[in-house]
């Protein structure tokens, strides 16, 4: 299947990988039967990749909701985007959305989606972050005119979607794995091991990712391996990602990332591709 240029993330999301698109894509096989990505967050890789058969899979389940409506109504989410201002007061509005439950259930999947790409666009950063709760809570971001309708960008994305086989999953990371064969390629981008203190800006979902979650990643990687499946990690450059995967091939990249609570390490910061190929 052709690619098209067009096809790109819709929305930032937290350690995106568009500035390492170039130094991933060099390590990716030439040939594979499946695309497997447990953590998809912005998509960035599968849309570059833009491969014919595709499992993916967050547990962030208004992304994956977002995706769905992109795939299934993709003019319907236009539609209501074009009605989203960009004002402080209805911003914030509509973040709050998600305190009352009960209401916010009342939502379609449209009015959802469009909540997403609104808020994403809109908020600091740009960045989607929830609290240990679930709810949005980044604030405005106070930008002159931000392209809150990327009419030719979303249509690529549903066309993409629509004429390739690209199964979205909503759940743990491990449960895609149920079937997978030797020949297919499975990408990791797992929230990062924290650099420093409190630089654990997991807060796309509630509950977050800690090490235990790591090791068990890794003995996935294992299980894999024994499998003769290819894959590819991302994670952060520390000793205990390190010593985790040592036993695998490790490549450093930089990376600029301005998530630190560290002020003096932000910028740029090593980090590692992992791979048993």
């Given at each position: 299947m052709k690619k098209?240029?067009?096809?790109?993330?819709?929305?930032?999301?937290?350690?995106g990988k568009r500035q390492l698109l170039s130094d991933i894509m060099k390590l990716i096989?030439?040939?594979?039967?499946?695309?497997?990505?447990?953590?998809?967050?912005?998509?960035?890789?599968?849309?570059?990749l833009?491969?014919?058969y595709a499992i993916v899979n967050d547990i962030n389940e208004e992304l994956i909701n977002m995706y769905l409506v992109i795939k299934n109504d993709v003019h319907k989410l236009i539609e209501d985007l074009k009605k989203h201002r960009n004002e402080a007061s209805y911003f914030y509005k509509l973040r709050e959305l998600?305190?009352?439950?009960?209401?916010?259930?009342?939502?379609?999947?449209?009015?959802?989606?469009?909540?997403?790409?609104?808020l994403n666009k809109t908020c600091y950063n740009g960045l989607f972050r929830v609290n240990q709760r679930g709810?949005?809570?980044?604030?405005?971001?106070?930008?002159?005119?931000p392209n809150i309708v990327n009419e030719k960008r979303l249509l690529a994305v549903s066309d993409y979607l629509n004429k390739a086989n690209v199964q979205f999953k909503c759940g743990d990371f491990e449960d895609i794995f149920q079937s997978i064969e030797k020949g297919t390629f499975v990408y990791f981008d797992p929230p990062y091991d924290p650099l420093t203190?409190?630089?654990?800006?997991?807060?796309?979902?509630?509950?977050?990712?800690n090490r235990d979650e790591q090791i068990r990643l890794k003995k996935l990687c294992d299980r894999l391996t024994q499998k003769e499946v290819r894959f590819l990690l991302s994670n952060s450059a520390t000793d205990f990602i390190l010593e985790l995967y040592k036993d695998y091939k490790i490549s450093f990249?930089?990376?600029?990332?301005?998530?630190?609570?560290?002020?003096?390490?932000?910028?740029?910061v090593k980090e590692v591709l992992v791979r048993n190929y």
């Amino acid at each position: 299947m052709k690619k098209n240029p067009l096809v790109a993330p819709v929305v930032k999301w937290v350690g995106g990988k568009r500035q390492l698109l170039s130094d991933i894509m060099k390590l990716i096989p030439h040939e594979f039967s499946t695309y497997y990505e447990p953590f998809l967050g912005g998509g960035a890789i599968l849309f570059n990749l833009q491969p014919t058969y595709a499992i993916v899979n967050d547990i962030n389940e208004e992304l994956i909701n977002m995706y769905l409506v992109i795939k299934n109504d993709v003019h319907k989410l236009i539609e209501d985007l074009k009605k989203h201002r960009n004002e402080a007061s209805y911003f914030y509005k509509l973040r709050e959305l998600d305190r009352n439950k009960i209401e916010y259930r009342k939502l379609s999947d449209v009015e959802r989606a469009s909540r997403v790409i609104y808020l994403n666009k809109t908020c600091y950063n740009g960045l989607f972050r929830v609290n240990q709760r679930g709810e949005f809570n980044a604030p405005f971001g106070k930008y002159k005119n931000p392209n809150i309708v990327n009419e030719k960008r979303l249509l690529a994305v549903s066309d993409y979607l629509n004429k390739a086989n690209v199964q979205f999953k909503c759940g743990d990371f491990e449960d895609i794995f149920q079937s997978i064969e030797k020949g297919t390629f499975v990408y990791f981008d797992p929230p990062y091991d924290p650099l420093t203190c409190s630089a654990n800006f997991t807060g796309y979902v509630s509950g977050g990712f800690n090490r235990d979650e790591q090791i068990r990643l890794k003995k996935l990687c294992d299980r894999l391996t024994q499998k003769e499946v290819r894959f590819l990690l991302s994670n952060s450059a520390t000793d205990f990602i390190l010593e985790l995967y040592k036993d695998y091939k490790i490549s450093f990249v930089k990376a600029n990332r301005v998530l630190n609570c560290d002020f003096n390490k932000r910028g740029s910061v090593k980090e590692v591709l992992v791979r048993n190929y």
